[in-house]
């Protein structure tokens, strides 16, 4: 499954992945599928979130071995779904035909994962067809989950498929013929129309393009290593970079200059020394720009700390902010404050952040932007309500300078093409060393810069106004997979479970009032 996701992008793999896991799932007991669960979902995740050990090493200083414990610890808590998924397959799936709930019950798992303050929904299975936009343009209705239930639902057919050429059996039953039939019939009938449905989505889109509106907005790309970003005597350099790159021949034809996550490592909101020398060059510039920069509100007794997003008219004057709603844990903000003072001798920071106001526009002229900063984009539903709010345009800012060249900047530039098919909406992207770049309304990647290269692209921005059935109605197709997964647990498999819990239940009886 692993090579299905960035940087490998065998896309192809997603659809035959889950086959060997329902292959050795067939006929185990309990305590062996939940051992396979583990070991199937630990390998994947640990193999999928296996920058995290070089980003540890490399900006925290901690020993490989201790990296690779917090990102095993990680991975198991992660395959707590994928233990979730074979528990439900050993328990409710007694017939091939009932296979077909399992999208159902995928799509509900991946949903849960957005919630809580732990949550991190990266590199959901539909991420994986990032590159297929005669697949995703589903998405404008049913979000990323609808792909994942389709690429799931396309395991289950070949499964299917499998079972009855190697004549095996699940759970004391073959496939029958008939079966096999629907089953085929459900993955052509279901590949055709999605594919249909996106070639007529994709050119109601491109005509829309055609007739709206167009802005030029140019990201800048500093590439300063962590390591030199927040040490004190750079702040003057660093500054000098980002006008100095600002000021470039390409920025005459611009209506929107975006600086990336942090790109001024002060808080620039205030009397800062720097600032003037910034909003002056920006007046000389006579252009808009966006720059990120930590921010802060003293309440006397209190301050609050944000990671923010700052517009800048063309007269040099800050009109507005966003500040980050979705902080990173133990990052940004700490969990557990009962633990402070592990988090202190683990190395994590003493100042924890706010979070902002969510589904907060920014307007400069004609372009209302829906901002977000670094992780923020994975999640659809902050995408969605910006939108809602009126933004014609995504802008994602990012620092992964922290990971290097890993895979972790090519999974998260991947993930930010959902965002714009779900929406409808161009995305540009700007991070500090990358990956930068502009997504269209369908899921084109248009321009993509390279990791760890300075440099300024300026991208022909269309603003669509057109509101999709994702933006309005949200994440409806998950809590229907829900609701058919619950419907499906209680009522059909309730007289087995009754029936499974009357013989212990008689002995318990029986030991209480003999």
């Given at each position: 499954m692993s090579a299905s996701f960035p940087p490998i992008n065998f896309y192809v793999a997603a659809y035959i992945c889950w086959i060997p896991f329902f292959i050795a799932l067939r006929n185990l007991t309990l305590i062996k599928a939940i051992v396979l669960a583990s070991i199937f979902g630990m390998t994947h995740e640990f193999i999928l979130l296996s920058w995290i050990i070089p980003t540890l090493t490399t900006h925290a200083n901690f020993s490989w071995i201790y990296a690779g414990t917090i990102t095993f610890v990680i991975s198991c808590i992660l395959s707590i779904?994928?233990?979730?998924?074979?528990?439900?397959?050993?328990?409710?799936?007694?017939k091939p035909a009932h296979l077909f709930v399992?999208?159902?019950?995928?799509?509900?798992?991946?949903?849960?994962?957005?919630f809580g303050p732990l949550a991190f929904p990266w590199e959901l299975l539909g991420y994986s067809q990032y590159k297929f936009k005669y697949l995703i343009q589903i998405a404008d209705c049913l979000g990323v989950y609808g792909v994942s239930g389709l690429v799931m639902l396309i395991n289950v057919c070949i499964f299917i498929f499998v079972l009855f050429v190697m004549d095996?059996?699940?759970?004391?039953y073959h496939v029958s013929r008939k079966l096999l039939m629907y089953s085929i019939t459900i993955a052509t009938f279901t590949l055709a129309t999605t594919v249909i449905y996106s070639s007529i989505r994709i050119a109601q889109t491109d005509k829309l393009i055609c007739r709206s509106n167009y802005q030029s907005i140019m990201t800048v790309q500093p590439s300063i290593p962590q390591q030199e970003k927040w040490q004190g005597d750079n702040r003057i350099s660093i500054t000098q970079k980002m006008v100095q790159l600002s000021y470039s021949e390409k920025n005459k034809a611009s209506d929107l200059v975006v600086w990336p996550e942090?790109?001024?490592p002060y808080a620039f909101h205030s009397k800062h020394h720097l600032r003037q020398y910034v909003l002056n060059a920006i007046k000389q510039m006579h252009i808009g720009v966006l720059v990120g920069s930590p921010s802060f509100i003293d309440k006397g007794d209190q301050i609050f700390y944000f990671n923010s997003a700052l517009l800048i008219d063309e007269k040099g004057k800050i009109i507005s902010r966003y500040d980050k709603v979705r902080l990173v844990p133990f990052s940004e903000y700490m969990l557990f404050p009962s633990f402070r003072n592990l988090w202190r001798f683990l190395g994590a920071p003493e100042n924890k952040f706010s979070s902002g106001k969510e589904g907060k526009t920014l307007l400069l002229n004609d372009i209302q932007m829906g901002v977000q900063i670094c992780f923020e984009i994975i999640f659809?539903?902050?995408?969605?309500?910006?939108?809602?709010?009126?933004?014609?345009?995504?802008?994602?800012?990012?620092?992964?300078?922290?990971?290097?060249?890993?895979?972790?900047?090519?999974?998260?530039?991947?993930?930010?093409?959902?965002?714009s098919v779900e929406n409808k909406r161009a995305l540009i992207r700007c991070a500090n060393t990358g990956i930068s770049g502009m997504i269209d309304p369908c899921g084109r990647i248009v321009s993509q810069s390279k990791l760890f290269e300075t440099n300024t692209m300026i991208h022909h921005t269309p603003l669509l106004h057109t509101q999709t059935v994702y933006s309005k109605w949200g994440d409806f197709f998950p809590v229907i997979a829900l609701i058919l997964s619950l419907g499906y647990v209680v009522i059909l498999q309730l007289p087995a479970f009754v029936c499974a819990c009357l013989p212990f239940a008689s002995r318990l009886i029986f030991f209480i009032n003999p």
């Amino acid at each position: 499954m692993s090579a299905s996701f960035p940087p490998i992008n065998f896309y192809v793999a997603a659809y035959i992945c889950w086959i060997p896991f329902f292959i050795a799932l067939r006929n185990l007991t309990l305590i062996k599928a939940i051992v396979l669960a583990s070991i199937f979902g630990m390998t994947h995740e640990f193999i999928l979130l296996s920058w995290i050990i070089p980003t540890l090493t490399t900006h925290a200083n901690f020993s490989w071995i201790y990296a690779g414990t917090i990102t095993f610890v990680i991975s198991c808590i992660l395959s707590i779904w994928y233990i979730i998924f074979g528990v439900l397959i050993h328990f409710t799936v007694k017939k091939p035909a009932h296979l077909f709930v399992l999208p159902f019950f995928w799509v509900a798992l991946e949903w849960s994962k957005q919630f809580g303050p732990l949550a991190f929904p990266w590199e959901l299975l539909g991420y994986s067809q990032y590159k297929f936009k005669y697949l995703i343009q589903i998405a404008d209705c049913l979000g990323v989950y609808g792909v994942s239930g389709l690429v799931m639902l396309i395991n289950v057919c070949i499964f299917i498929f499998v079972l009855f050429v190697m004549d095996r059996q699940w759970r004391m039953y073959h496939v029958s013929r008939k079966l096999l039939m629907y089953s085929i019939t459900i993955a052509t009938f279901t590949l055709a129309t999605t594919v249909i449905y996106s070639s007529i989505r994709i050119a109601q889109t491109d005509k829309l393009i055609c007739r709206s509106n167009y802005q030029s907005i140019m990201t800048v790309q500093p590439s300063i290593p962590q390591q030199e970003k927040w040490q004190g005597d750079n702040r003057i350099s660093i500054t000098q970079k980002m006008v100095q790159l600002s000021y470039s021949e390409k920025n005459k034809a611009s209506d929107l200059v975006v600086w990336p996550e942090t790109a001024l490592p002060y808080a620039f909101h205030s009397k800062h020394h720097l600032r003037q020398y910034v909003l002056n060059a920006i007046k000389q510039m006579h252009i808009g720009v966006l720059v990120g920069s930590p921010s802060f509100i003293d309440k006397g007794d209190q301050i609050f700390y944000f990671n923010s997003a700052l517009l800048i008219d063309e007269k040099g004057k800050i009109i507005s902010r966003y500040d980050k709603v979705r902080l990173v844990p133990f990052s940004e903000y700490m969990l557990f404050p009962s633990f402070r003072n592990l988090w202190r001798f683990l190395g994590a920071p003493e100042n924890k952040f706010s979070s902002g106001k969510e589904g907060k526009t920014l307007l400069l002229n004609d372009i209302q932007m829906g901002v977000q900063i670094c992780f923020e984009i994975i999640f659809p539903d902050y995408s969605r309500k910006m939108v809602k709010n009126g933004a014609n345009v995504l802008i994602n800012i990012s620092n992964d300078a922290w990971f290097g060249r890993t895979a972790c900047p090519y999974q998260h530039f991947s993930m930010a093409v959902f965002r714009s098919v779900e929406n409808k909406r161009a995305l540009i992207r700007c991070a500090n060393t990358g990956i930068s770049g502009m997504i269209d309304p369908c899921g084109r990647i248009v321009s993509q810069s390279k990791l760890f290269e300075t440099n300024t692209m300026i991208h022909h921005t269309p603003l669509l106004h057109t509101q999709t059935v994702y933006s309005k109605w949200g994440d409806f197709f998950p809590v229907i997979a829900l609701i058919l997964s619950l419907g499906y647990v209680v009522i059909l498999q309730l007289p087995a479970f009754v029936c499974a819990c009357l013989p212990f239940a008689s002995r318990l009886i029986f030991f209480i009032n003999p």
